[in-house]
Nanobody
Framework: QVQLVESGGGSVQAGGSLRLSCVAS????????VGWFRQAPGKEREGVAA????????YYDGSVQGRFIISQDEPKDMVYLQMNRLQPEDTAMYYC??????????????????RGQGTQVTVSS
């Protein structure tokens, strides 16, 4: 069974940085993408960033392009999201998610098959 466990959330002031980590265990040879999506209270889930097997492709939502960086350490089953120049609108629960090679489009991160429990990010002005 795939396990995704997030960590690294917290509270920061606007302009600050956080790095989220995701332990992505037992993905197996069929996984295609790992990514992050977020959900703020009263809002829909929003894809943030994703990375493909081996890091050949990356995707960023326009709202985080240039501020967030997704990376992976496959031997350690780790995926990271470096978040810089955080703004209050980045406040949300952040979830790590993974997709099998099942036709799911890379940008459709909230629809990935597996997800973790989430880690809260709060940015104050």
């Amino acid at each position: 069974q795939v396990q995704l466990v997030e960590s690294g959330g917290g509270s920061v002031q606007a302009g600050g940085s956080l790095r989220l980590s995701c332990v992505a265990s037992r993905l197996g040879p069929r996984w295609k993408y790992v990514g992050w999506f977020r959900q703020a209270p009263g809002k829909e889930r929003e894809g943030v960033a994703a990375i493909s097997t081996g890091g050949a492709s990356v995707y960023y939502d326009g709202s985080v392009q240039g501020r967030f960086i997704i990376s992976q350490d496959e031997p350690k089953d780790m995926v990271y999201l470096q978040m810089n120049r955080l703004q209050p609108e980045d406040t949300a629960m952040y979830y790590c998610a993974s997709s099998l090679n099942d036709g799911t489009q890379m940008r459709n991160i909230p629809q990935y098959k597996f997800r973790g429990q989430g880690t809260q990010v709060t940015v104050s002005s």
